[in-house]
């Protein structure tokens, strides 16, 4: 892999919010979830838990029902696959450690494992958009997630219809600084 | 990009705690950031600054004072270069969101980012370990930080000095289920 095929690929992933009606292979899918699996974790808890949501009438539910007033996602279910980003709850590293630092490191973690996922589906020519501001009791209870599961994130994941707009990025020198801060 | 050139990567990354003492070159860095700065975040929000902590006696600091009792970590001082990871707060992402769904989604960015510094490192020949439980305050005042800006996690880089192992993950079908959770 030459230098820059990171760099690439994390510029060509771009948020979608307009998908093909194609179907996922299972094969493409299987291959994102092992990149995420891979993930570094706190205490290498592997907090992760995934629910693939192909059924249409559960998509449906998720976009219609499942999205807080205010800020609907239409778009949302025309994307073939809905995951469900889980976090397996711990009660040393979702406890303890909040409580110590006031980082819940649970959800670092969901972050690396779900960008595995993306980077790997961007790799196969899929599309991806992170979601966070849904119902989480909703989807929890319509998904029918034990107690020790809550939903933190969705990804939409498909085929996308346009080549989807890129955004702005702050530039390097507002966000690193050298040694100390220094302004 | 061959199908499975980021799984590879993904496996490839083990967290390293023995690292050459060999300076890790200024523009290896700057691919790195590259890559983190392209990350997806909440509402574009872009929560993340590095401070890149070269300094010997800074770095001395962080190893010997920064982290928690019980938890030594010697090893990182061998490290030529230590991130400081950090969230700006800001009270959309950080405030509201929280309030409404209990979920932090600053982390997640973070997360985000983080790995796709990581995953950069990786490619160009270098070594990474994340690490969480460290003395926020104390990482805030030695590196001084504003006071919107707060250190989440913090990552050595360098070169491996011996081929990291690598840790066991839970298997897929552990972590995965199809439409609804149905245990």
Tied chains: 1, 2.
């Excluded at 696959?81 to 979702?94: D, S």
Aim: hydrophobic fraction near 40%; aromatic fraction near 8%; proline fraction near 9%.
């Amino acid at each position: 892999m030459s230098e820059s095929k990171i760099l690439e690929l994390c510029k060509r992933r771009v948020s979608c919010r307009n998908y093909l009606e194609k179907p996922v292979p299972d094969e493409i899918i299987a291959n994102c979830l092992e990149a995420a699996r891979w993930a570094p974790s706190a205490c290498n808890k592997q907090p992760w838990r995934f629910v693939i949501v192909k059924d249409t009438e559960l998509r449906r539910k998720i976009c219609k029902e499942g999205f807080l007033p205010g800020v609907p996602m239409p778009w949302a279910q025309k994307a073939p696959v809905v995951i469900a980003l889980c976090a397996k709850t711990n009660p040393i590293t979702h406890g303890l450690a909040p409580m110590v630092s006031g980082i819940n490191y649970q959800y670092i973690d969901i972050g690396i494992a779900g960008e595995h996922f993306v980077l790997a589906a961007e790799e196969q020519g899929l599309s991806t958009c992170w979601i966070g501001w849904f119902k989480v009791k909703y989807v929890k209870k319509l998904l029918k997630l034990p107690s020790t599961v809550k939903p933190v994130c969705l990804l939409t994941l498909g085929y996308a219809a346009e080549p989807p707009s890129p955004v702005k990025r702050i530039p390097l020198d507002e966000l690193v600084r050298e040694n100390t801060w220094k302004d």
